[in-house]
């Protein structure tokens, strides 16, 4: 296998694997992988459904992150498991939400709430909150908003790309793209 024989020459902190489109071949190379360098971090990126996370997580990849979860998302990732404490910690005991538990701790992460959540997924309130128990107890989390921040942590939310900043203009300044002799009527007034 060409990434057991990568990994033999390079003996890397983090593995970052993104494996064929079989799930029965990706679990053998994850095991074979965490045999032949159990000192590795692995963190994969499968190219198929969420629901398949189990499988690979008890093979032993450490972090399993979804293939629209974004760079930003991946190197966090691989920075939370190239840290010595941290990734230590990741091979002892990955972070596996249920593909509804992330999808719950998503929504709050968009500031969502308990009500909201629960009709977007149509779900009842009862579920939501069991849900969000279940995600702080495996995260390690007291609060929502610890929930988030430990998930975004461990690679499993994408930080959100901030808005622009407006832009303040002086009296008078046209904005870019504003054609000559425009006038803002709600400044003018």
């Known amino acids: 296998m060409e990434a057991l024989?990568?990994?033999?020459?390079?003996?890397?902190?983090?593995?970052?694997?993104?494996?064929?489109?079989?799930?029965?071949?990706?679990?053998?190379?994850?095991?074979?992988?965490?045999?032949?360098?159990?000192?590795?971090?692995?963190?994969?990126?499968?190219?198929?459904r969420a629901g398949d996370r189990t499988a690979l997580l008890e093979a032993g990849a450490h972090v399993v992150?979804?293939?629209?979860?974004?760079?930003?998302?991946?190197?966090?990732?691989?920075?939370?498991?190239?840290?010595?404490?941290?990734?230590?910690?990741?091979?002892?005991?990955?972070?596996?939400?249920?593909p509804r538990e992330l999808q719950v701790v998503r929504c709050a992460a968009a500031a969502m709430t308990n009500q909201?959540?629960?009709s977007r997924?149509?779900?009842?309130?009862?579920?939501?909150?069991?849900?969000?128990?279940s995600a702080f107890r495996k995260l390690g989390a007291v609060s929502r908003l610890d929930a988030v921040r430990k998930a975004l942590t461990a690679g499993l939310l994408s930080a959100p790309v901030p808005a622009?900043?407006?832009?303040?203009?002086?009296?008078g300044a046209r904005a870019e793209g504003t054609p000559p002799g425009h006038r803002d009527t709600a400044s003018a007034a």
């Open 116 to 118: 909201q959540i629960a």
């Open 65 to 98: 992150l979804a293939r629209d979860a974004g760079a930003g998302a991946l190197l966090a990732a691989a920075r939370y498991l190239a840290t010595p404490a941290k990734s230590d910690a990741a091979r002892e005991s990955p972070i596996a939400l249920s």
């Open 5 to 48: 024989q990568l990994v033999a020459d390079q003996s890397p902190h983090v593995i970052v694997l993104e494996p064929s489109e079989i799930l029965n071949d990706s679990v053998s190379t994850i095991r074979s992988l965490r045999r032949a360098h159990p000192r590795s971090a692995l963190l994969v990126i499968p190219p198929y």
């Open 121 to 133: 997924l149509g779900i009842t309130l009862g579920t939501v909150k069991r849900h969000l128990h």
């Open 164 to 171: 622009p900043a407006p832009v303040a203009l002086k009296h």
